[in-house]
């Protein structure tokens, strides 16, 4: 775990505005518990979102008994969810606490599924105000990264450094790669659409929205971005081996041949050596191809 994904607790007192009575308090419900290591009491990531969610709870006018029992009661029937307040999307009414999870809604001390219930929202996403900068948070989600017990935190952390600096362009570009092999297609291609307005002539950025793009579908603007990628930097070889694929996609041949010969040229040996191979063969040999 990174240092930068560590908050003691009067980091959180500060962050979160509480008290250290408030904070023992809330201890003592177990509503959350800190991390010890060597003797420290520390905090994580996901306990930050978990004691921002009570506080927020709390201040909707939740007693502080009824979110407690809630919670054991969230422990006990979710027992695979470690953290159940910054896991699950957790709402109010003021009075009751109900959890969302896939589209459900559940009363976690009857157990009961819960339909039309008029509720007030407590944030649709759980934002931390912390002093903290951008770099802190996009270090913290390349430590998120490095460690398959965390990857899926990447992501939120990504987000993080982007909402408190908009122009930290790796984090774009780390965000929206993760939102792309997670599947959010949409997401990652608005992430690397911001990189480029920051750097327009940034290789990476155009290759990566090149990419997204031909998933999408919209060949003809994935094509205008991989060639851009292609121009920018012409010793990129993915950059090449993707042109080339859509280029063949829009039957666009004598391009898709150029591109495959500079893939197998710049990376003889590579991952897709043989594919390029392979196709740049079948492109020259199909006589309705050629020239």
């Known amino acids: 775990m990174a240092a930068t994904d560590r908050f003691s607790p009067e980091e959180v007192q500060r962050i979160l505005g509480l008290s250290a009575k ?13 991390q010890k290591e060597t003797g420290a009491l520390y905090y994580d990531f996901r306990d930050l979102i978990g004691l921002r969610t009570v506080k927020q ?36 009414d003021g009075k009751d606490v109900m959890v969302e999870r896939g589209g459900a809604r559940l009363d976690p001390l009857s157990g009961q599924f819960v339909l ?67 599947g959010n297609l949409e997401k990652a291609a608005d992430y690397f659409r911001r990189a ?34 292609v121009r920018l930097d012409p010793k990129y070889p993915d950059a090449h081996y993707n042109l080339a694929y859509v280029s063949e996609k829009l ?15 710049l990376d003889p040996t590579g991952p897709w050596a043989a594919s390029a191979r392979h196709r740049l063969a079948s492109q020259s040999s199909s006589p309705s191809r050629r020239g």
């Not at 002093?131 to 998120?144: I, K």
């Not at 990419?211 to 971005?225: I, T």
């Open 116 to 182: 039309n219930f008029e509720i007030r929202e407590i944030g649709e996403r759980v934002r931390v105000i912390t002093e903290r900068s951008g770099d802190d948070w996009f270090n913290a989600a390349l430590a998120y990264e490095s460690d398959p017990a965390t990857k899926s935190q990447a992501g939120q952390a990504y987000d993080l450094a982007v909402q408190t600096d908009p122009q930290n362009i790796d984090a774009l570009l780390n965000g929206g790669t993760v939102a792309f092999e997670s």
């Open 251 to 265: 039957r666009a041949f004598p391009e898709a041949c150029e591109h495959w010969q500079a893939y197998i040229q």
């Open 196 to 229: 480029i307005a920051l750097a327009p002539e940034n290789a990476l950025a155009h290759f990566n929205l090149g990419s997204v793009l031909d998933d999408l579908g919209e060949l003809e603007d994935a094509r205008k971005h991989l060639r851009q990628a």
């Open 22 to 34: 408030q904070l023992d308090q809330w201890e003592r419900l177990r509503l959350v518990t800190p």
């Open 57 to 92: 709870l709390l201040e909707s006018g939740v007693p502080a008994n009824r979110l407690q029992r809630a919670v054991d009661a969230l422990r006990e029937k979710l027992s695979k969810v470690q953290a159940p307040l910054a896991e699950l999307r957790v709402v109010s």
